[in-house]
């Protein structure tokens, strides 16, 4: 499996080390800023601190080598993912998109009480695979059916069998 | 078009479905869904049993079961903000030891205890000092003489909890000072103490009986008043000669607003259960005191509570800014 | 009771059901992201106050091992772990099945949970007085080397991406900060927000940064036809040649598993990323670590096992639970009036041998479970994409709501599901972000209550034996993968 070294991460590379050192940086006051205890000699803020600290070091080795083109430490990746087939097909970033908004709609819905959890987890089921899938007769029909069985069983479980306090 | 009607049906029928269940709910007596025992600790602890007896024993009579939900984190926070969020219907208990006072004195509690209004005190237990069974010391005058000497005596506590206060309470008298090492449950008190790690520990009685039994362990003292029927052999720490008290009470609370009539339903089925040959079995087996406080007794040990721990909590700089 | 006559009991019609169905229920809980074995377990209690008190732990222990090992499942076939202690799993059964092979990384996964959990039974029913004896050495100092070599593992797991790997491990140690500190009963970290109180909760954010990213990682690849898989059980039935082969590799990651068990709040996530890692240095083939690597799969499966056997140990000898499925265990023993304690053990014979005959009865019946269900498991590949995620997602949501009650950890749950993306696009490892989140605050605390112990000196760290030994295995440790690369690269230039 070839690996094509992936150019196109410059961009998102120096994002990701701008917000590495931001993390990093609110770290180090916070953890500063809180106060010593009587305790214990480190305290509650020296860990917080010290990550911190390791953190904006290696926020800026990561942003160096990107700006240099220099490869500090950097090389390939062990979980296998996203770039598989590197640069054969465009992402379709927009269906994931898509479905991570639907997600915070559903659970927005959700947090205001709005429709109870067996007709808004109907609802998201259904929407999700009637977007994602086919959208003739047959798919319809087994989206529906698989939206109802799966809300109707989650909630009979949940709220009847297990009696947890579903919104 | 399809879409649309999806959402609309279900729209509807969770409307109409929620306007019946509330009608329903008014018109019936309380209780009229499970009740919510909120357990700010996490599955299993002691408390926790304590709790899911009660659950059994209470659910056979109740018209709806007894739920419990365990909620541990924040100083009992997130637990109490689960009880203090929910309506004061009657529906939602929190059930936790005065260490919520405590708590709440050091700053921890986030939606105060005075949001919050006792209902009954189910079981008493009594703090203990313990030593290992190859300790050196055989009394608590062993115990503070080393401490006052300048030997390391270290406690296993979880540093704010009552454990911890306990043993502030236990060194007073004797002007010693024991050093707290963080131990964040009590079964890691006890591993601690059983590969001498640390050299004390203060804990209920219960949990360290069988220990003692075996000779794994040394109760040296008992905090309270009187001495434990189970250890007769045990000294108080009054006769020891350092006197000072300390005791865990199950307690059982409810939103401040809740409506009296609900609250005393409550009441009365934790006093029934009390009753309840099984409860009282467990209450023996665990060596907890079976005493139930209700009502004006009640308000007066809560408020008392809250003087004193709020006191010490003061006067050993536990308070959380 | 003898253990043989306790055998005997668990065998009969009622006891045996009880714990098929515990396991039944533990495999397809663990299997199906957003809840765990653990939650099971939790939310089964109230049904055991009616059973007795037997077959309420034959029911427990049931779900918790169909519980560990049901995490394989998912974790091969879809690369979405069911349960935290899976993670490592995906890393080379998803591969393997992907290349064509789904029944051997089944198989090998299945194989080696049962190995795992008989090798932890032996310890449990031959060495459980030594071994707990061995616990109970490990104080404050040692508990923090040890966390410190787990956390040195990152090292190991991100070679070629070192920098990126230690960032992703600093953010999970990062995430564990927020909440009550408990060396101090100090507030961190929560910027007023009353819900962080309690902190991050692991599950919540394990599901976003492994599960969620998974999903929306396999929304976003372009469609691919549906994966014809041989319908047939090849492989499912590893033989026993292979049992040779991954023999040693068995026998270390069991030893390490059961270790792990022993060790309190440690638990079967550690034990499974410490043999995985272990078997990688070890390996004659660790550049296959990560892309079907069979002794990986091996290594974490029989480890995340393992650690049941293991985790029972100080459970039965000194009556101390080390972890959460301990303490839930204990806690329907409570119910049925038994108190646990050492006294109680030593006497109550009925009990221990009932729980070592459940928790050997439950691997059994959890592999001819998995085995006859192969071919129908195998079938998940072949479900469309977008069923595949919409059930997740449904029940990630649904899962990270019953852990406490609260909407927060599905939100929770999103958010990291969006870092879990974020970290897979600057190509950061996932697996040292929850090597961090697991370990460092267990690591921290334990420093802490360290310098407690000894008012603020190092010394113990290197004068108490078993603290030293791990400060010289960590060391062994992160030196390890720099120097094999060398001692590599010179052979390759003289040779």
């Given at each position: 499996?070839?690996?094509?070294?992936?150019?196109?991460?410059?961009?998102p590379?120096?994002?990701?080390g701008i917000?590495?050192?931001?993390?990093?940086?609110v770290?180090i006051v916070e953890g500063?800023?809180i106060r010593p205890s009587r305790?214990?000699p480190?305290?509650?803020g020296?860990v917080?601190?010290m990550?911190g600290v390791?953190?904006?070091?290696?926020?800026?080795?990561?942003l160096?080598s990107t700006?240099?083109?220099l490869?500090?430490?950097?090389g390939?990746?062990?979980?296998?993912g996203?770039e598989d087939?590197?640069g054969?097909?465009?992402?379709l970033?927009q269906r994931a998109?898509a479905?991570?908004v639907t997600t915070?709609?559903y659970v927005?819905?959700?947090?205001?009480?709005?429709?109870?959890?067996l007709?808004?987890?109907?609802?998201?089921t259904?929407?999700?695979l009637?977007?994602?899938?086919?959208?003739d007769a047959?798919?319809?029909a087994i989206?529906?059916?698989?939206a109802a069985?799966?809300a109707?069983?989650?909630?009979t479980i949940f709220r009847r069998?297990?009696?947890?306090?579903l919104p | 078009m399809k879409?649309r009607?999806f959402?609309t049906t279900?729209?509807?029928?969770?409307t109409?479905g929620?306007?019946?269940?509330a009608n329903?709910a008014?018109?019936?007596a309380?209780?009229?869904?499970?009740?919510?025992?909120v357990l700010?600790?996490?599955?299993g602890g002691?408390?926790?049993?304590?709790?899911?007896l009660?659950?059994?024993?209470i659910?056979?009579?109740?018209?709806?079961?007894?739920?419990i939900?365990?909620?541990?984190?924040g100083?009992?926070?997130i637990?109490?903000r689960e009880?203090t969020g929910?309506?004061p219907d009657?529906?939602s208990?929190?059930?936790?030891h005065?260490?919520?006072i405590?708590?709440d004195a050091?700053?921890v509690?986030?939606p105060?205890v005075?949001?919050l209004v006792?209902?009954a005190?189910?079981?008493r237990?009594?703090?203990?000092?313990?030593?290992?069974g190859?300790?050196p010391?055989?009394?608590l005058k062993?115990l503070?003489?080393?401490?006052?000497s300048g030997?390391p005596?270290?406690?296993a506590v979880n540093?704010?909890g009552?454990n911890h206060l306990s043993?502030?309470?236990a060194a007073?008298?004797?002007?010693?000072?024991?050093r707290?090492?963080?131990?964040?449950?009590?079964?890691?008190s006890?591993?601690?103490?059983?590969?001498?790690?640390i050299e004390?520990?203060?804990?209920?009685?219960s949990d360290?009986?069988d220990?003692?039994k075996?000779?794994?362990?040394?109760v040296?003292?008992?905090?309270?008043?009187?001495?434990?029927p189970?250890l007769?052999?045990?000294p108080?720490?009054?006769?020891a000669g350092f006197?000072?008290?300390s005791e865990?009470n199950?307690?059982?609370w409810m939103h401040?607003?809740?409506?009296?009539d609900r609250?005393a339903w409550?009441?009365?089925?934790?006093?029934a259960?009390?009753?309840?040959?099984?409860?009282?079995r467990?209450f023996a087996?665990?060596?907890?005191?079976?005493?139930f406080?209700?009502?004006?007794?009640l308000q007066a040990?809560i408020?008392?509570k809250k003087l004193v721990?709020g006191?010490l909590?003061?006067?050993?700089g536990?308070k959380?800014? | 009771?003898?253990l043989a006559?306790a055998?005997i009991?668990v065998?009969?019609p009622?006891?045996f059901w009880?714990?098929?169905?515990g396991?039944?229920?533990?495999?397809?809980v663990?299997a199906?992201?957003g809840?765990?074995?653990?939650?099971l377990m939790?939310l089964?209690?109230p049904?055991?106050?009616y059973?007795?008190d037997a077959n309420a732990?034959?029911?427990?222990i049931?779900?918790y091992?169909?519980?560990?090992?049901?995490?394989?499942?998912?974790?091969t076939?879809?690369?979405?772990?069911?349960?935290?202690?899976s993670v490592?799993?995906?890393?080379?059964?998803?591969p393997?099945?992907?290349?064509?092979q789904?029944?051997?990384?089944l198989?090998?996964g299945i194989?080696a949970?049962?190995?795992?959990?008989g090798?932890s039974?032996?310890?449990l029913v031959?060495?459980s007085?030594?071994?707990?004896?061995?616990?109970?050495?490990?104080?404050?100092?040692?508990n923090f080397?040890l966390?410190?070599?787990?956390?040195v593992?990152i090292?190991?797991?991100?070679?070629g991406?070192?920098v990126?790997?230690l960032?992703a491990?600093l953010?999970?140690m990062l995430?564990?900060v927020p909440?009550?500190?408990?060396?101090?009963?100090?507030m961190?970290?929560?910027?007023?927000?009353?819900?962080?109180a309690?902190?991050f909760n692991?599950l919540p954010?394990?599901l976003?940064i492994f599960?969620?990213?998974?999903?929306?990682a396999d929304?976003?690849a372009?469609?691919?036809?549906?994966?014809?898989?041989a319908?047939d059980?090849?492989g499912i039935?590893?033989s026993l040649r292979?049992?040779v082969?991954?023999?040693w590799n068995?026998l270390?990651?069991?030893?390490?598993g059961?270790?792990?068990?022993i060790?309190p709040?440690?638990?079967?996530?550690i034990g499974?990323i410490?043999?995985?890692?272990?078997?990688?240095?070890?390996?004659k083939?660790?550049?296959k670590f990560?892309?079907?690597?069979?002794?990986g799969?091996?290594?974490?499966?029989?480890a995340?096992?393992?650690t049941?056997g293991?985790t029972?140990i100080?459970?039965?000898?000194?009556?101390?639970?080390?972890?959460?499925t301990?303490?839930v265990?204990l806690?329907a023993?409570?119910i049925?009036?038994?108190?646990?304690?050492?006294h109680?053990?030593?006497?109550?014979t009925?009990?221990?041998?009932?729980?070592?005959?459940?928790?050997l009865?439950a691997?059994?019946v959890?592999?001819?479970?998995?085995v006859?269900?192969?071919?129908?498991?195998v079938?998940?590949m072949?479900i469309?994409k977008?069923y595949i995620?919409?059930?997740?997602?449904v029940?990630c949501?649904i899962?990270?709501?019953?852990?406490?009650?609260?909407?927060?950890?599905?939100w929770?749950?999103?958010?990291f599901?969006a870092?879990g993306l974020?970290?897979?696009?600057?190509?950061?490892?996932?697996?040292?972000?929850a090597?961090g989140?697991i370990?460092?605050p267990?690591?921290?605390?334990?420093f802490?209550s360290?310098m407690?112990?000894?008012?603020g000196?190092?010394?113990?760290?290197?004068?108490?034996?078993i603290s030293?030994t791990l400060?010289?295995?960590t060391l062994a440790?992160f030196?390890?993968p720099f120097w094999?690369?060398?001692h590599l690269?010179r052979?390759?230039i003289?040779?």
């Amino acid at each position: 499996m070839s690996m094509k070294p992936v150019l196109r991460t410059k961009g998102p590379d120096i994002a990701f080390g701008i917000v590495v050192m931001a993390l990093g940086a609110v770290s180090i006051v916070e953890g500063l800023s809180i106060r010593p205890s009587r305790f214990d000699p480190l305290g509650p803020g020296a860990v917080p601190a010290m990550i911190g600290v390791a953190l904006c070091i290696l926020a800026g080795a990561v942003l160096l080598s990107t700006a240099t083109s220099l490869r500090i430490g950097d090389g390939a990746r062990l979980f296998t993912g996203l770039e598989d087939e590197a640069g054969s097909e465009p992402l379709l970033w927009q269906r994931a998109l898509a479905v991570f908004v639907t997600t915070l709609a559903y659970v927005a819905v959700l947090e205001l009480r709005l429709v109870g959890y067996l007709g808004a987890t109907f609802a998201y089921t259904a929407f999700l695979l009637l977007v994602l899938g086919r959208r003739d007769a047959r798919g319809t029909a087994i989206a529906l059916v698989t939206a109802a069985v799966t809300a109707g069983l989650l909630d009979t479980i949940f709220r009847r069998l297990l009696s947890i306090d579903l919104p | 078009m399809k879409r649309r009607n999806f959402l609309t049906t279900s729209l509807a029928a969770a409307t109409i479905g929620g306007l019946v269940g509330a009608n329903v709910a008014r018109a019936q007596a309380f209780p009229a869904k499970p009740i919510k025992v909120v357990l700010p600790v996490a599955a299993g602890g002691a408390s926790d049993a304590i709790a899911r007896l009660f659950q059994k024993v209470i659910s056979k009579s109740s018209p709806q079961p007894l739920v419990i939900q365990n909620m541990p984190g924040g100083g009992f926070s997130i637990g109490g903000r689960e009880v203090t969020g929910s309506p004061p219907d009657g529906h939602s208990v929190f059930m936790i030891h005065e260490g919520l006072i405590s708590a709440d004195a050091q700053g921890v509690f986030t939606p105060g205890v005075n949001s919050l209004v006792a209902i009954a005190g189910t079981g008493r237990d009594v703090y203990s000092i313990v030593v290992s069974g190859s300790s050196p010391f055989k009394t608590l005058k062993d115990l503070f003489d080393a401490a006052k000497s300048g030997a390391p005596i270290r406690a296993a506590v979880n540093i704010g909890g009552l454990n911890h206060l306990s043993s502030l309470i236990a060194a007073e008298p004797a002007k010693a000072t024991i050093r707290p090492v963080q131990f964040s449950s009590g079964a890691d008190s006890l591993r601690a103490l059983l590969g001498n790690q640390i050299e004390v520990i203060f804990t209920v009685a219960s949990d360290v009986f069988d220990y003692h039994k075996s000779g794994q362990m040394r109760v040296i003292a008992i905090m309270g008043d009187s001495r434990s029927p189970f250890l007769p052999d045990v000294p108080t720490t009054a006769e020891a000669g350092f006197p000072s008290r300390s005791e865990l009470n199950h307690y059982w609370w409810m939103h401040k607003d809740t409506p009296p009539d609900r609250i005393a339903w409550f009441r009365d089925a934790l006093g029934a259960a009390m009753k309840d040959d099984e409860i009282k079995r467990a209450f023996a087996a665990r060596l907890i005191e079976p005493v139930f406080t209700s009502g004006a007794a009640l308000q007066a040990d809560i408020a008392k509570k809250k003087l004193v721990l709020g006191e010490l909590v003061e006067r050993f700089g536990l308070k959380q800014k | 009771m003898s253990l043989a006559e306790a055998f005997i009991a668990v065998l009969q019609p009622l006891p045996f059901w009880v714990l098929s169905l515990g396991v039944l229920l533990g495999i397809i809980v663990g299997a199906l992201p957003g809840m765990t074995g653990g939650m099971l377990m939790a939310l089964a209690l109230p049904f055991t106050y009616y059973m007795t008190d037997a077959n309420a732990i034959t029911l427990l222990i049931g779900m918790y091992v169909g519980g560990i090992s049901g995490g394989l499942i998912t974790a091969t076939l879809m690369r979405i772990p069911g349960e935290p202690s899976s993670v490592m799993t995906t890393l080379d059964g998803y591969p393997l099945a992907r290349a064509g092979q789904p029944g051997r990384a089944l198989g090998l996964g299945i194989s080696a949970s049962v190995v795992g959990g008989g090798l932890s039974w032996i310890a449990l029913v031959l060495l459980s007085p030594p071994l707990a004896k061995l616990g109970l050495q490990f104080g404050p100092f040692e508990n923090f080397a040890l966390a410190l070599l787990a956390l040195v593992m990152i090292s190991s797991l991100s070679r070629g991406s070192f920098v990126r790997g230690l960032i992703a491990g600093l953010l999970g140690m990062l995430v564990g900060v927020p909440g009550v500190d408990e060396s101090s009963g100090t507030m961190r970290f929560t910027f007023g927000i009353d819900a962080l109180a309690g902190g991050f909760n692991l599950l919540p954010v394990i599901l976003g940064i492994f599960a969620l990213s998974q999903v929306f990682a396999d929304l976003m690849a372009p469609d691919k036809p549906a994966m014809r898989v041989a319908a047939d059980r090849r492989g499912i039935l590893i033989s026993l040649r292979d049992y040779v082969d991954h023999g040693w590799n068995m026998l270390r990651s069991g030893l390490i598993g059961i270790f792990m068990g022993i060790m309190p709040g440690v638990g079967a996530s550690i034990g499974s990323i410490a043999a995985y890692t272990t078997a990688r240095n070890l390996s004659k083939t660790p550049e296959k670590f990560g892309k079907g690597s069979e002794e990986g799969i091996v290594a974490s499966e029989t480890a995340n096992n393992a650690t049941s056997g293991g985790t029972l140990i100080p459970v039965i000898t000194l009556g101390l639970p080390g972890g959460f499925t301990d303490a839930v265990l204990l806690a329907a023993l409570m119910i049925h009036n038994l108190q646990p304690g050492p006294h109680f053990f030593a006497n109550n014979t009925r009990i221990v041998h009932t729980i070592m005959a459940s928790h050997l009865l439950a691997h059994v019946v959890m592999f001819a479970i998995m085995v006859v269900a192969s071919l129908w498991i195998v079938r998940l590949m072949e479900i469309p994409k977008q069923y595949i995620a919409t059930m997740v997602l449904v029940l990630c949501v649904i899962g990270a709501f019953a852990l406490n009650g609260r909407l927060f950890d599905v939100w929770v749950m999103l958010a990291f599901g969006a870092v879990g993306l974020a970290l897979e696009y600057v190509r950061a490892p996932l697996a040292p972000f929850a090597i961090g989140l697991i370990l460092g605050p267990m690591a921290e605390g334990q420093f802490r209550s360290a310098m407690m112990m000894s008012e603020g000196s190092l010394a113990p760290l290197v004068t108490r034996p078993i603290s030293l030994t791990l400060l010289i295995a960590t060391l062994a440790l992160f030196a390890w993968p720099f120097w094999r690369e060398r001692h590599l690269r010179r052979a390759k230039i003289t040779g």
